[in-house]
């Protein structure tokens, strides 16, 4: 069984940063591709960027040149680092996760964490 755990989450003033961490408790954290979303009151949850195991990645237009994922494999842990944001930006913000492994793929969601973008 897979659990995800977001962190970092918070408040900033537009143009501030902020980095979420996802932390995997489970084995074979290698094999899984992990994807943050944001979820925004009144909208539809959103695919914001996504690592796979060999580190290649994938971003929404929307947060291009402004956030950057990673992996750290030897932590089980994967970054958001989210810098010059904007209001728009304000959203629940969870991870998602899926072993390239499997034929029937199954998703792991984290609880989420709160960021809120406002001077």
């Known amino acids: 069984q897979v659990q995800l755990v977001e962190s970092g989450g918070g408040l900033v003033q537009p143009g501030g940063s902020l980095r979420l961490s996802c932390a995997h408790s489970?084995?074979?954290?290698?094999?899984?591709?992990i994807e943050w979303y944001r979820q925004a009151p009144g909208k539809l949850r959103e695919m914001v960027a996504n690592?796979?195991?060999?580190?290649?990645?994938n971003y929404a237009d929307s947060v291009k040149g402004r956030f950057t994922i990673s992996r750290d494999n030897t932590k089980s842990t994967v970054y958001l680092q989210m810098n010059n944001l904007k209001p728009e930006d304000t959203a629940v913000y969870y991870c998602s996760a899926f072993d390239v492994r499997e034929r029937n793929r199954y998703y792991y969601w984290g609880q989420g964490t709160q960021v809120t973008v406002s001077s």
């Open positions: 489970g084995n074979s954290f290698a094999f899984y591709v």
């Open positions: 690592v796979n195991p060999g580190s290649g990645t």
